[in-house]
């Protein structure tokens, strides 16, 4: 019973894993306040009241500084799954950065899962050992959940910056790939730690 439930958990981690590539992990936005940029600007372009001698441009300050802008305009807006990051890093010229999201984030995961299946339905011999050793192997150099990490963190950084008072707030909201991936990365550990004590 306890070998069929791996196998399950295993076979569904495989499930969440394909839309976890696949779908949007991360929206990331950058709000301009009309009222900021707009004070900026009458910074930028018109000298202080002091400074001018100007009767007309000291009414026209005085009438600026009374103008009253609301809401924001979205400047910048991009939503990535895990596959369209490592497609634009490769065609962004950091090739080496995206295979090895692509390497490390799919391809080991993949056959990490595909081996420890195998070694499941081989039952037990030195086939099956040899497999789950290859597949132990594996998950050291595999780092899902370091990429998971490393997206909590960079989500967490974000919504910290957005509430600081700058000109421009960044935003950053978790997609389903996100979900996703996270459910694969904790069916995983939870079918290796199943099997492994299914071993002992």
């Known amino acids: 019973m306890k070998k069929y439930l791996s196998t399950f958990l295993f076979i569904l981690s495989i499930a969440f894993l394909i839309p976890g590539i696949v779908q949007p992990f991360m929206t990331i936005t950058a709000d301009i306040s009309k009222q900021k940029l707009f004070d900026t600007a009458t910074k930028e372009f018109l000298p202080p009241i002091q400074q001018s001698n100007n009767f007309m441009q000291s009414m026209l300050q005085s009438v600026l500084r009374e103008v009253n802008f609301e809401g924001s305009i979205t400047a910048f807006e991009s939503t990535r799954s895990l596959m369209e990051t490592m497609n634009e890093l490769i065609s962004h010229e950091h ?6 999201i692509g390497f490390f984030g799919i391809i080991i995961p993949g056959i990490k899962i595909i081996l420890t299946l195998i070694a499941l339905q081989v039952g037990s011999g030195q086939t099956r050992s040899d497999l789950l050793k290859m597949s132990s192997l594996l998950s050291k150099w595999s780092m899902s959940d370091v990429f998971l990490m490393a997206i909590l963190v960079a989500f967490f950084s974000i919504n910290a910056n957005a509430q600081a008072v700058n000109t421009i707030q960044m ?26 004590y299914q071993n002992e």
């Open 171 to 196: 935003k950053a909201v978790l997609g389903p790939g996100f979900y996703f991936f996270a459910t694969y990365c904790l069916l995983a550990i939870a079918a290796g730690q199943l099997m492994q």
């Open 95 to 100: 090739v080496a950065v995206g295979l090895l």
